[in-house]
């Protein structure tokens, strides 16, 4: 692990960054999810490296989508696994949701250590390691199509941090309500998921957790009258003022 000063002043992004790399060589993370990574950390750099106003307001929607949903789910890949597995093992438990490893750049052994990562973090099951249970996601050519039949493919709400296209559309097309985390807000995932939090995992994952615990005593017609009362188009646009708001003060400054 490289040796990052305490005091520089991006000690935090390059910490995270080295979850990454530790995660590649672990054989958690696909050679592409550091490239991944990277565009992430620009947007996040545009953004100011913090959770916006506008990515809270995602966060409670999110949270009261998934409280209510009758089967919810969170699918992870492999950067996902490796930034925060403590907190997806956590927020399963609090909302009784399932935990499935669903990849892009699909891999058996990387599957196994996904599984065994999210286990050493006290996940008591992880789907997505027996091929008996595979069902195929229709009109989606990527291996992300593959899911088990009794975890994403029979869910209503999926939780999807870090997609890349195509399932977002074909989810929905299979009625479910799609949840994202995407640090881009004009990428295809975040612009077609019905919830999208354009925050960095590492934040906005902690902050799901404690906003998922929070909400869990209210009563239904509260939940629905926030996911109602949710507006994905107007959100990411939030988001996108925000960018342009970040910049200015930047601009201004040289
Ligand atoms: O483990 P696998 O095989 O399933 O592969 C996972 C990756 C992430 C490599 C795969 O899904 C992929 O290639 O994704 P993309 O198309 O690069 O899209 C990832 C999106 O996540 C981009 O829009 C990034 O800006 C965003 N992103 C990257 N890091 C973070 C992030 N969003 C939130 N938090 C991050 N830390």
Same mark, same amino acid.
Request: glycine residues 4%; proline residues 2%.
């Given at each position: 692990m490289a040796l990052i000063p305490k005091n520089h002043p991006r000690a935090k992004s390059l910490?995270?960054?080295?979850?990454?790399?530790?995660?590649?060589e672990n054989g958690v993370v696909a050679k592409e999810g550091l490239l991944a990574h990277g565009r992430g950390e620009a947007f996040d750099y545009?953004?100011?490296?913090?959770?916006? %106003?506008?990515? !809270? =307001?995602? +966060?409670?929607?999110?949270?009261?989508? $998934?409280?209510?949903?009758?089967?919810?789910?969170?699918?992870?890949?492999?950067?996902?696994?490796?930034?925060?597995?403590k907190e997806i093992v956590q927020l399963a438990k609090t909302?009784?949701?399932?935990?499935?490893?669903?990849?892009?750049?699909?891999?058996?052994?990387?599957?196994?250590?996904?599984?065994?990562?999210?286990?050493?973090?006290?996940?008591k099951n992880v789907l997505g390691l027996q091929p008996k249970f595979y069902k195929r996601i229709p009109g989606l050519d990527?291996?992300?199509?593959?899911?088990?039949?009794?975890g994403i493919h029979a869910a209503d709400v999926v939780l999807v941090p870090l997609e890349?296209?195509?399932?977002?559309?074909?989810?929905? %097309?299979l009625g !479910? =309500?799609? +949840?994202?985390?995407?640090?881009?807000? $004009?990428?295809?995932?975040?612009q077609t998921a019905q919830v999208t939090i354009v925050d960095n995992v590492i934040r906005g994952m902690k902050e799901l957790l404690v906003v998922s615990k929070?909400?869990?005593?209210?009563?239904?017609?509260?939940?629905?009258?926030?996911?109602?009362?949710?507006?994905?188009?107007?959100?990411?646009?939030?988001?996108?003022?925000?960018i342009k708001k970040h910049l200015n003060r930047r601009a201004h400054l040289v």
């Open positions: 910490l995270i960054r080295e979850r990454l790399v530790d995660g590649f545009l953004l100011g490296e913090k959770t916006t %106003k506008a990515a !809270k =307001k995602a +966060i409670r929607a999110a949270a009261s989508a $998934l409280i209510l949903a009758k089967n919810p789910i969170i699918s992870v890949n492999g950067n996902v696994t490796a930034l925060c597995p909302l009784d949701a399932k935990i499935e490893v669903n990849l892009f750049y699909e891999n058996r052994e990387r599957r196994k250590n996904i599984v065994k990562i999210l286990k050493k973090n006290g996940a990527s291996a992300r199509r593959i899911v088990d039949k009794n890349d296209g195509d399932r977002t559309i074909s989810l929905k %097309k !479910k =309500k799609v +949840i994202t985390f995407d640090l881009n807000p $004009l990428s295809r995932t975040a929070k909400l869990s005593s209210k009563n239904e017609q509260t939940l629905k009258k926030i996911v109602s009362g949710f507006d994905n188009k107007k959100n990411l646009s939030a988001n996108i003022s925000e």
